[in-house]
């Protein structure tokens, strides 16, 4: 089983208009809603894997039992901690003609050090059955800033490998408790090192703990630091579509290729397809299979020379 956690678990609804445009009224040509948040995208992808997924984390008012509705038929199992705020909201616009995507996230509701407390004991023992977890997104108010460093010395206490994917104070407080992957973008990974070349921010990622350190680096596909090598994956051209959730798959990706114990080239190019047949798809959690198989072939991953 792959445990995902989903602290500011989100009702994702996408938008799609004919054209935005500034300062105008709209027509909207179609409206979409999704259980989101990216440990739930996250598991909905390992579901359409064939993995065994459970999703935790909170949700909470009429917009969180929407979530747990639209879950529910869906493969991944419900394990979210019930709160007393509410879910937050996240609101894709889609451009039709371009295929450019704004999108509006909502804060997340206030946590109670009670509901945390709740959390916990509830992690910890989804933990004794899980084979990898995943610890996904920001964090909702009132969870504490180095609440991912706990959750992953409690993975790694219970000797179950841990991936994290957030940022800002999160990733560098989660960084020191030595997750064993990390997967921030390249705007993440500078705003973490203060440097601008993805190579160079990564080393120093790891040198601050993570075992091994996946960037997504958009069109430019994905660059892997680990402890066997260092790779860099490209697509075969750029796809064009809606980008949200293509994180969220390579993080599935890379996910179900750790419990399948492939090698890292191999790990990368699944990332990498995933990644991109999810912006061929139009909602984020869901990517298309067609595009995933056609990709997979055709991803270019190359070792990266890393002396001085």
Same mark, same amino acid.
């Given at each position: ?58 949700? +909470?008012? %009429? ?8 879950? #529910? ?15 937050? %909201? ?44 995943? /610890? ?38 989660? /960084? ?19 440097? %601008? ?9 790891? %040198? ?15 660059? #892997? ?19 949200? +959730? ?30 991109? #047949? ?31």
């Amino acid at each position: 089983m792959i445990l995902t956690v989903t602290l500011n678990t989100a009702l994702d609804i996408t938008y799609r208009v004919p054209a935005l445009v500034p300062h105008a009224s709209h027509r909207v040509d179609e409206v979409t809603e999704r259980p989101g948040g990216k440990g739930v995208n996250v598991a909905r992808v390992l579901a359409a894997l064939g993995h065994e997924s459970v999703v935790t984390g909170f949700a +909470g008012g %009429r917009t969180g039992a929407v979530l747990r509705e639209l879950l #529910a038929p869906l493969a991944p199992v419900d394990a979210l901690v019930p709160v007393a705020g509410t879910t937050r %909201r996240t609101i894709a616009v889609v451009d039709s003609a371009t295929g450019d995507t704004t999108q509006l996230n909502e804060p997340g509701p206030q946590i109670t050090a009670a509901e945390w407390d709740t959390f916990l004991a509830a992690y910890e023992s989804l933990l004794r059955e899980a084979d990898a977890v995943a /610890l996904c997104g920001s964090l909702p108010p009132g969870v504490p800033v180095g609440a991912y460093a706990d959750l992953i010395r409690r993975a790694r206490t219970a000797g179950v490998p841990v991936l994290l994917d957030t940022s800002g104070e999160p990733l560098r407080r989660g /960084l020191a408790a030595r997750p064993d992957l990390v997967k921030p973008n390249a705007d993440e990974l500078a705003r973490l090192t203060g440097s %601008r070349e993805p190579l160079r921010a990564a080393r120093e990622a790891r %040198r601050r703990g993570a075992h091994a350190v996946v960037a997504s680096l958009g069109a430019e596909g994905m660059l #892997a630091v680990t402890p066997d090598g260092t790779w860099q994956a490209t697509p075969p051209a750029k796809v064009h579509g809606n980008p949200t +959730g293509a994180g969220d798959s390579a993080v599935a990706a890379l996910l179900s290729s750790l419990v399948d114990n492939l090698p890292w080239p191999d790990r990368l190019t699944r990332a990498v397809a995933l990644s991109a #047949a999810t912006v061929l798809s139009p909602v984020a959690g869901e990517y298309d299979g067609a595009a995933y198989g056609e990709l997979l072939g055709r991803v270019q991953v190359t070792p990266v020379s890393t002396a001085p």
